[in-house]
């Protein structure tokens, strides 16, 4: 039986913080091989969350390069998983890990995720909202290594914004998930 929670959308942007420079030895790193940026992102909501969804195909989850689900790496599964995963009702692995919606940019707070895309509606980059100012949002990502960097100095014809609502847990990791990620000792999932 899953539990809601809330999202820690300061341990996620404290993540951010500390990796968008360098790369957590825990995960492949993509950079020149697609990308990198949905990666980070799916590690920054780990650490917001410290909970995955290992349903096979349609889940959430990191164990290694080669055993990974297609939305912790890709801009559209991600996209997919996180507002499908929306649905109480979800039959696919219980709803387990993050969930979300599309918003309008009013809506956006830090912790929240960006998507860029193209003319054509091809979604190719995804970004971590770290801050809200007068001026903006500023963001963090990877493949092109950023902190804090304003979204308008992006190009793209296209954008979504997601909030990310809570995740739903079973319980299964352990207490120091955090600490663990973000030292790059540990996913925290009990291995």
Request: glycine share 10%; with cysteine.
């Amino acid at each position: 039986m899953s539990q809601v929670k809330p999202y820690d959308r300061e341990r996620a942007i404290e993540y951010a913080r500390r990796w968008a420079f360098s790369r957590n030895p825990l995960f492949a790193d993509f950079t020149g091989r697609g990308g990198n940026c949905t990666n980070f992102i799916s590690q920054c909501l780990l650490a917001g969350t410290c909970q995955m969804n290992f349903t096979p195909d349609f889940g959430w989850y990191y164990i290694s390069e080669s055993d990974r689900a297609a939305a912790w790496t890709g801009v559209e599964f991600f996209y997919n998983f996180i507002i499908s995963n929306a649905d109480p009702e979800n039959p696919v692995g219980e709803g387990l890990g993050p969930f979300g919606r599309e918003v309008p940019r009013s809506e956006v707070e830090p912790g929240d995720v960006i998507q860029l895309g193209r003319r054509d509606g091809d979604f190719y980059h995804t970004l971590l909202v770290v801050r809200r100012t007068l001026f903006g949002i500023r963001v963090a990502a990877q493949s092109d290594d950023a902190f804090n960097r304003s979204l308008s100095t992006y190009s793209f014809s296209r954008i979504r914004y997601i909030h990310i609502d809570g995740y739903r847990s079973d319980e299964r990791y352990v207490s120091s998930c955090f600490d663990e990620l973000i030292a790059g000792e540990s996913l925290g999932i009990g291995e």
